[in-house]
């Protein structure tokens, strides 16, 4: 598949999980991948390894995105190396927290929303002037924008301050396509239900992998894999009549 052949494409949090997954996914569909990283240096760079090994292209970059400056340090990065033109954005870099309510602090709250909310805010501001005609960009959302998860109770965990996130993402997702449209910019969200990676560990004790499967139609654990083969297909030309939409990809999760 060589359907991102000639193109730029940048994902945040490519390092481990499902941006790791999208940024083979888009280097196999023949794209120049940005391996934006927080902390996992040796990840990413063993990611950039293993796509050249490949034939394909790829640069790792890193800025802590739960700072003020992140944002404007991965964009300075961006186009130093790719210039004037980014094809294709993707804002997958993100955090969790699970515990309840009254366990929530407010250094939680606004980290989740510095890393999750305000980071793609600014970086997408600040890709303006590199993103044109044909640019896209897909937002790693989560189910969890659109349904409960997990037992409701004021003595069990949550993620609702997490959740809080994702909506206030798929909020943004709509106005910056109805923004971006007329310019030819599409925007786009993917929403995953339960992925096994880092972020899931839940899914490693039996009672959390059960959890899981019990809100799912299909009844295996999700992987990255599943997440990254739509975002490619969302980035690519194929895609070009969507935008502004949020594409489940949950295994069925709470039909
Ligand atoms: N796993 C799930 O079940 C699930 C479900 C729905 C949605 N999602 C969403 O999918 C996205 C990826 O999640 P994942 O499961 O792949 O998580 P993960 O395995 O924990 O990976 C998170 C990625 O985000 C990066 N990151 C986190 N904080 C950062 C910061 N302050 N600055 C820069 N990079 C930072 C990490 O980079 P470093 O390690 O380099 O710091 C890592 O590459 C997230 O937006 C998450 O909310 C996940």
Redesign the pocket.
């Known amino acids: 598949m060589t359907t991102l052949q000639n193109k730029t494409a940048l994902v945040?949090?490519?390092?481990?999980?499902?941006?790791?997954a999208t940024a083979l996914a888009l280097a196999d569909a023949g794209a120049h991948i940005l391996v934006?990283?927080?902390?996992?240096k040796q990840?990413?760079e063993s990611l950039v390894a293993a796509i050249q090994a490949k034939g394909g292209r790829a640069d790792a970059i890193s800025?802590?995105?739960?700072t003020p400056d992140?944002a404007s340090s991965l964009t300075k990065q961006v186009r130093s190396i790719i210039g004037d033109r980014l094809d294709v954005l993707v804002l997958?870099?993100?955090?969790?927290k699970l515990a309840r309510i009254e366990d929530h602090t407010i250094e939680d709250f606004d980290n989740l929303f510095a890393?999750?909310v305000r980071?793609p805010f600014f970086v997408v501001q600040q890709l303006l002037p590199v993103l044109g005609e044909g640019s896209n960009i897909v937002v790693?959302?989560?189910?969890?924008a659109h349904t409960v998860v997990g037992k409701p109770g004021l003595e069990n965990p949550s993620i609702l301050a997490?959740a809080a996130t994702?909506g206030a993402l798929e909020t943004l997702v709509k106005n910056w396509a109805a923004i971006l449209g007329p310019g030819g910019i599409r925007v786009n969200a993917v929403?995953?239900?339960?992925?096994d990676?880092?972020?899931?560990n839940f899914t490693k004790t039996e009672v959390g992998r059960e959890a899981a499967l019990g809100m799912q139609a299909l009844k295996r654990l999700?992987k990255?894999e599943d997440v990254a083969d739509v975002v490619a297909f969302a980035a690519s030309d194929a895609a070009r009549w969507i935008t502004g939409a949020s594409i489940p990809v949950d295994g069925g999760s709470k039909l």
């Not at 790693?140 to 969890?144: L, P, Q, T, Y």
């Open positions: 945040t949090g490519a390092s481990r999980g499902i941006g790791r934006h990283y927080g902390r996992s990840e990413a800025a802590d995105l739960g992140g997958n870099a993100g955090i969790s890393t999750n980071g790693i959302s989560s189910a969890v997490y994702k929403a995953p239900g339960v992925i990676t880092d972020m899931s999700g990255p």
